[in-house]
């Protein structure tokens, strides 16, 4: 029983840290990405709109490097949780169902984590130069 607490405990952490570098990225893409694509397709009045509204996101836009190191660093955590070996799901028929059921949603996220990082580091850091450079 005492194993059971402590292997719960352990996917609670995991889920938890999935979750939290889902909104981590979902930051990068706020912060960065978004103003980014605006102002590439020519909307800069919207990307005005924007922080004038929130103008958290001057902020965020000021830290972006930070942000991205940030979450990156939570994507490699979150993935060497999921994806570490020795890891497995409790005997118990019904706590291996959870888990299982468990681990499929983190690993969705995670996936869907990563989809989101990587639209936001294309579009803050290569979108604009590769638009500069056919743009000749």
């Known amino acids: 029983m005492n194993n059971e607490v402590v292997i719960n405990q352990s996917y609670l952490k995991e889920s938890g840290i999935t979750i939290f570098t889902l909104f981590t990225t979902a930051g990068t893409l706020l912060c960065c990405a978004l103003p980014i694509v605006f102002v590439t397709l020519g909307m800069g009045a919207t990307v005005v709109a924007l922080t004038s509204s929130f103008p958290f996101l001057i902020v965020m836009s000021q830290y972006k490097i930070w942000i991205f190191i940030f979450s990156g660093i939570m994507l490699v955590i979150s993935g060497w949780l999921m994806f570490r070996s020795g ?50």
């Open 87 to 136: 890891r497995a799901c409790p005997t118990d028929q019904g706590l291996g169902a959870a888990c299982s059921l468990a681990h499929k949603w983190n690993r969705r996220i995670y996936w869907g984590s990563i989809v989101i990082w990587s639209i936001g580091f294309f579009s803050a850091y290569l979108l604009l130069p590769i638009r500069i450079a056919f743009d000749l």
